[in-house]
Structure formats: structure tokens, C-alpha cells
């Protein structure tokens, strides 16, 4: 199956900042929501933020106010930038793209690693 392709990831310090890509193989301007979901360590995976078709966008309570997601159609590609960055952000992040009704498009790509360490 096709595969997305997370990128971005790597080691920061405590208040540092990243931004992740993902690249989509095929159309994004019609696809209604393209989420970030992360997996810490030990942990399952969680939805941390969502953008949808007309723009509008959803973000875990853990994450509010520290990171954006955004998309570029012209490129397929869904980004999230992540600032003011903790220890407690460290996990492999992946996307996705769901339908409306909650079906994903794709299978689950390597994700990508972020460490947050001093």
C-alpha cells in the first residue's frame, strides 16, 4: 500500500523548535482532514492536531499555543511546526489523511523522531 512520508524530525533542546513535513503521494486539495498523530515511548498513539478541508484546524489540549498545522496543496505536503518545545513532546510523529466519515487513505508511514533533551 501507499505510504506517507514523514520528515523533519531530530534532537532539540527544551524551547526549541521544529517543523515536521509529510508528503501525501497523490492530491491533498480534496481530501477533507489531514491529521499529526505522535507515539511516545510506551505510549499509544495520539492525535495532536487536524486540518481540514476549508482550513479549519484542531489541536490537542497539550499542544495548544505551541504548535501549527498547516498544508500546502500545490504541494501535497501537511506540515507542523512545533515551538516552546518540552521533554514530554518527545515521540515518533506520523500524518494521515481521513475521509469524512473517518477512514484513513493511507497505511501509516516510519513516522518521524522527535527528541526533546537537553
Known amino acids: 500500500q501507499v505510504q506517507l512520508v514523514e520528515s523533519g524530525g531530530g534532537l532539540v533542546q527544551p524551547g526549541g523548535s521544529l517543523r515536521l513535513s509529510c508528503a501525501v503521494p497523490?492530491?491533498?486539495?480534496?481530501?477533507?482532514?489531514l491529521d499529526w498523530y505522535r507515539q511516545p515511548p510506551g505510549k499509544e498513539r495520539e492525535l495532536v492536531a487536524t486540518?481540514?478541508?476549508?482550513?479549519?484546524?484542531n489541536y490537542a489540549d497539550s499542544v495548544k499555543g505551541r504548535f501549527t498545522i498547516s498544508r500546502d496543496n500545490a504541494k501535497n505536503t501537511v506540515y507542523l511546526q512545533m515551538n516552546s518545545l518540552k521533554p514530554e513532546d518527545t515521540a515518533v510523529y506520523y500524518c494521515?489523511?481521513?475521509?469524512?466519515?473517518?477512514?484513513?487513505?493511507?497505511?501509516w508511514g516510519k513516522g518521524t523522531l522527535v527528541t526533546v533533551s537537553s
Open positions: 486540518i481540514r478541508t476549508g482550513g479549519s484546524t
Open positions: 497523490g492530491s491533498i486539495a480534496s481530501i477533507y482532514a
Open positions: 494521515n489523511a481521513k475521509n469524512r466519515y473517518g477512514n484513513y487513505y493511507y497505511s
